[in-house]
C-alpha cells in the first residue's frame, strides 16, 4: 500500500504539478482521460484518448494512467454500476435484468480469473467482452459517458486548480527566497574586530 502511495504521489508531482504545459491542457488531458477511460472501449481507450487529446491540443503524457481507469481488475464493478445507472435513467431495470446481466459479467470476471492476467492479452477474452458490450446495449453506454462526464469535468477542475495554486505558490517562495539573498547581500559587511578598537 505505502508503495502504491509514494508510486501515486511521485507521479502527481513529476508528471503533473511539474509538467511543462499549461495548466489547460494538463487539466484537460486529465479530463479527457477521465472521460474516455470510463466508456465501455477498454482495450483501444489509450489510442482513442491520444487521438483527441492530439486533435485537442491536450496534453497527452498525463492522459495515460487517468485513462485506463478500466482495466482487467476494475472493469466488472465499474461496468456494472454504469449499467445499473443507466438503467435506472432509461428504467430498463427489474430484478431479472440485473440478475442477466450480473451473471454475464460474472462469467467474464471468471474467465479472465481461470486464464489468469495472460488471458488478459487473448483473444477469447476480447471476443467475449465485444459480445458482453453489445449485450448490455444502451443502458451501460449511458450510465459509463455520465459517470465519465461528470468524473472528467470534475477532475478538469481539480486538476487546473492544484496546478495553479501549487505554481503560485513556488512562485512566491521563489520571490522570497531571492529577496531574501539580495538583502543578504547589500546588507553592510560587520565591522571588524581591529576597526572596533579603532573606534571604541
Same mark, same amino acid.
Given at each position: ?84 445507472? +443507466?438503467? #435506472? ?6 430484478? /431479472?435484468?440485473?440478475?442477466? !446481466?450480473?451473471?454475464?459479467? &460474472? =462469467? ?39 459517470? +465519465?462526464? #461528470? ?6 477542475? /481539480?486538476?487546473?486548480?492544484? !496546478?495553479?495554486?501549487?505554481? &503560485? =505558490? ?31
Amino acid at each position: 500500500m505505502a508503495g502504491w502511495w509514494k508510486t501515486g504521489r511521485r507521479f502527481l508531482y513529476r508528471r503533473i504539478l511539474h509538467a511543462d504545459d499549461t495548466p489547460h491542457r494538463i487539466a484537460l488531458g486529465v479530463g479527457l482521460a477521465t472521460f474516455i477511460g470510463l466508456l465501455p472501449i477498454m482495450g483501444i481507450q489509450t489510442l482513442v484518448a491520444l487521438a483527441v487529446a492530439a486533435v485537442l491540443r491536450a496534453n497527452k503524457a498525463v492522459c495515460l494512467p487517468f485513462v485506463w481507469i478500466t482495466n482487467a481488475f476494475t472493469f466488472v464493478p465499474i461496468y456494472w454500476c454504469c449499467w445499473k445507472l +443507466g438503467s #435506472v435513467i432509461l428504467q430498463t431495470g427489474g430484478s /431479472a435484468a440485473e440478475e442477466l !446481466v450480473a451473471g454475464k459479467i &460474472t =462469467r467474464m470476471q471468471e474467465t479472465l480469473a481461470a486464464s489468469g492476467i495472460v488471458g488478459f492479452f487473448g483473444y477469447e477474452f476480447w471476443r467475449q467482452l465485444g459480445s458482453l458490450m453489445a449485450e448490455l446495449g444502451i443502458e451501460l453506454w449511458i450510465g459509463c459517458g455520465l459517470v +465519465g462526464l #461528470v468524473g472528467g469535468v470534475v477532475l478538469y477542475l /481539480a486538476t487546473r486548480w492544484g !496546478v495553479v495554486a501549487y505554481r &503560485t =505558490r513556488r512562485l512566491a517562495r521563489r520571490i522570497r527566497r531571492d529577496r531574501d539573498v539580495n538583502a543578504r547581500r547589500l546588507a553592510p559587511a560587520p565591522p571588524t574586530r581591529r576597526l572596533r578598537r579603532e573606534t571604541a
